[in-house]
């Protein structure tokens, strides 16, 4: 999913599944527009995903065994790109929603978007 979230800047939220490997890799990217965007953080951490599964209960967030120190940070970025790739092998067959966003600005969720996936189990062996 692509979410324009200032004037010609684009946040984008992307997963690649792959066939018989128990991870998905989830990806968060912004482009800036004409101009260079600025950035302002309250501590380290500069962005979060989570997954939630059709019941919407969170079954992965990416920060919850992080710590992150508390200080003020500000960037000027023209591109930002993070990856992370999420072990899926105890989530069950069925759709997910991931949700990605940067922790810059007032509400830290300035920059967010979200997309799904979807979980097939293999067949069963006879």
Do not use: C
């Not at 501590?43 to 919850?64: C, I, K, L, P």
């Not at 072990?87 to 940067?102: C, F, M, N």
């Amino acid at each position: 999913m692509t979410l324009t979230a200032w004037s010609g800047s684009m946040f984008r939220v992307t997963t690649e599944v792959e066939r018989g490997v128990a991870r998905v890799k989830l990806e968060l990217s912004l482009t800036g527009g004409a101009a260079p965007i600025r950035l302002k953080y309250p501590s380290s951490q500069q962005f979060d995903m989570e997954v939630r599964n059709e019941a919407g209960e969170v079954v992965y967030r990416w920060s919850s065994d992080k710590l992150f120190l508390p200080f003020v940070q500000e960037r000027t970025v023209s591109m930002l790109q993070y990856e992370v790739e999420v072990p899926i092998e105890d989530l069950r067959s069925g759709l997910y929603k991931v949700t990605g966003w940067l922790t810059a600005g007032e509400s830290r969720r300035e920059f967010s978007g979200s997309t799904e996936f979807h979980i097939e189990a293999p067949p069963a062996v006879q």
